[in-house]
């Protein structure tokens, strides 16, 4: 059955309309949680996500894909579990215990635990192979990828932590029924208010609605282990940290990115002549780029751990406003004649008329 419900929730499992990026952008195509359903419980109708609650089994395999956590598992709280990994005193990461399904994890989760933890968390890949929900191999081959993006994030930092991956199956291991231990679990890792102040964060640093949890507390888990870090700033970007350069040539500063960017990654400088970025809050999603009408905004290398840490936003442009001959309207000046795009654009398309107006007047 499909509800239109902004909150769209299975028995344990709970899908927020209002947080996917598809209903953020209309154009938005995301398919990172379609792809990783094993039970095909998604659909896309008029490009909107809409979950089956009769096709999901509640596995939480999609939770840790989803960019802007709009997928939510009901007794299990991924980022109250990275932040409490050291205290929980878990042997490893595994299915077999506290955990319903590695997927639930975001690569973001996996440097949380390795940087807060004292010993290599290790996550248990052993029974991957032969879980039901792993049957085209998607499943497993997402977690791979987010531990591998984890480790290349944190040996690019020139970090000595790293998480580790069991392959083989001990003895003690016996499959058992999903969720049963996770809801015993679920005392301990629901995130309170006490949790976090107990882990040194204060509520301003994760109260930002826009932007997802695990972003700030990554990047609230970096400053506290800048030191530890050698390589603060990086020339790549992998797909934890990502980075952004408006062209100051193109950019009609029309604020369209501004506008649709889901996580307040971008915003207005002060005095609305320019566009600030911050790093630590942007999730890649691309929907700047794709709603830029003059390909101003574009995608750039490289990241800056000291600015993410202290998710300091920077400039990306600035124009000085000038008011336009023509209309009189203010615009973003770029140099030249002071005329704005709107006009100097009719004044090309027209400048016929304009001879043939001028010739007019010399024959008269
Ligand atoms: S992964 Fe998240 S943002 Fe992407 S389609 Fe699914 S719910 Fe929407
Ligand atoms: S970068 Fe593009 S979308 Fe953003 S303000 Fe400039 S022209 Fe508009
Ligand atoms: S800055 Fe662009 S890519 Fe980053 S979150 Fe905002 S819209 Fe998405």
Redesign the pocket.
């Known amino acids: 059955m499909m509800s239109g419900s902004f909150v769209q929730r299975s028995d344990l499992f709970s899908?927020n309309v209002l947080?996917?990026?598809?209903?953020a952008y209309h154009f938005?195509d995301?398919?990172?949680?379609?792809d990783l359903c094993p039970e095909n419980a998604?659909s896309i109708v008029r490009n909107k996500?809409m979950l089956s609650d009769i096709k999901c089994i509640d596995c939480a395999a999609?939770v840790g894909?989803?960019?802007?956590e709009?997928?939510m598992i009901r007794g299990f709280n991924p980022n109250a579990y990275a932040m409490n990994f050291n205290r929980l005193k878990e042997s490893g990461i595994s299915c077999q215990k506290s955990i319903p399904c590695l997927g639930v994890f975001d690569a973001h989760h996996y440097i949380i635990m390795a940087l807060r933890s004292f010993d290599t968390p290790t996550c248990d890949m052993a029974h991957c192979g032969e879980c039901p929900l792993n049957e085209n191999g998607a499943v497993e081959s997402v977690i791979r990828e987010k531990i591998s993006a984890a480790n290349n994030f944190l040996a690019g930092a020139g970090s000595e932590k790293y998480i580790g991956m069991n392959e083989e199956k001990s003895e003690q291991n016996e499959r058992r029924v999903f969720f049963r231990k996770a809801l015993d679990a679920a005392k301990e890792t629901l995130i309170t208010d006490a949790d976090i102040s107990a882990a040194g964060f204060e509520k301003t640093e994760y109260s930002d609605a826009d932007t997802p949890f695990k972003l700030l507390l990554l990047s609230s888990t970096v400053k506290e282990n800048l030191e530890n870090l050698k390589k603060v700033q990086s020339e790549k970007s992998g797909t934890v940290f990502f980075n952004k350069a408006v062209s100051f040539d193109l950019c009609s500063l029309c604020g369209d990115c501004i506008q649709f960017c889901p996580t307040k990654a971008l915003e207005s400088t002060t005095d609305g002549q320019g566009i600030m970025f911050t790093q630590a809050k942007c999730i890649g999603c691309g929907i700047c780029n794709h709603i830029c009408k003059t390909d101003a905004m574009v995608s750039e290398d490289g990241f800056d751990l000291v600015e993410i840490a202290h998710k300091r936003a920077r400039q990306l442009i600035r124009y000085d406003m000038a008011v336009c001959r023509e209309c009189r309207c203010y615009y973003p000046y770029k140099g030249g004649e002071a005329l704005c795009e709107r006009c100097s654009g009719f004044k090309m398309e027209f400048s016929d008329m304009f001879v043939l107006a001028k010739d007019q007047q010399i024959i008269e």
Do not use: H, M, V
């Open positions: 899908y947080k996917c990026l598809r209903n938005n995301c398919t990172l949680c379609i998604f996500l999609c894909s989803c960019p802007t709009a997928l």
